[in-house]
């Protein structure tokens, strides 16, 4: 049997189809845009990740049997947010990990919410690219597209999502958005209250 990783990174997409035995077989590249609509802002279209994945999947498997391959693994760029409304269409560009935007709220949450209590909730304390903190300026910023979220997920999790229908993520990435208790596992009711965000938004862990 054969399997397929994709690596999602912050300027292209990578995807390598090795054996069972771990003998690569293929690997091909995918460059995508990057946005900087002001100083300091970093931004991508959601839509450019998936196209150029497929693009690249039909060159990664042409002239191979595709029903040898039994799995696809992901793997990518961490912190960044994509928003989806209730359709399942992309609310705005994504902003990404490198994104410095949020030094007014990555602000407030260490001393107003205090670091002692986020790394009691978290295990880890507040950092401009975090998730949680690109959510905060997004409600304050963007009420109107806030008001629209109805899922909120990572940049290769929206990629495994558009291909297999699951809302889902993995403790490494969540563990890096602010919003996981690592401790117990589970998404931290503070921080959900925090942010004005509900579980049904969030990805399963």
Known sequence: MNYIGIDLGTSAVKLLLMEGSGKILKIVSREYPICFPKPGWSEQNPYDWFTQSMDGLKELLDGTDRSLVAGISFGGQMHGLVVLDEKDEVIRPA???????????????????????????????????????????????????????????????????????????????????????VKNKRWSKEMMEVCGVTEQQLPTI
């Not at 880890?124 to 949680?132: H, P, R, V, Y």
């Not at 629209?148 to 699951?166: C, E, N, Q, T, W």
């Open 95 to 181: 902003i990404l990990w490198n994104d410095g935007r949020t030094e007014k709220e990555t602000v407030y949450l260490n001393e107003v919410i205090g670091k002692d209590k986020l790394s009691e909730y978290t295990a880890n304390i507040a950092f401009a690219g975090f998730t949680a903190p690109k959510i905060l300026w997004l409600k304050e910023n963007e009420p109107e597209n806030f008001a629209r979220i109805s899922k909120i997920m990572l940049p290769k999790d929206y990629l495994a999502y558009k291909l297999s229908g699951v809302f889902c993520t993995d403790y490494s990435d969540a563990s890096g958005m602010l919003l996981m208790d």
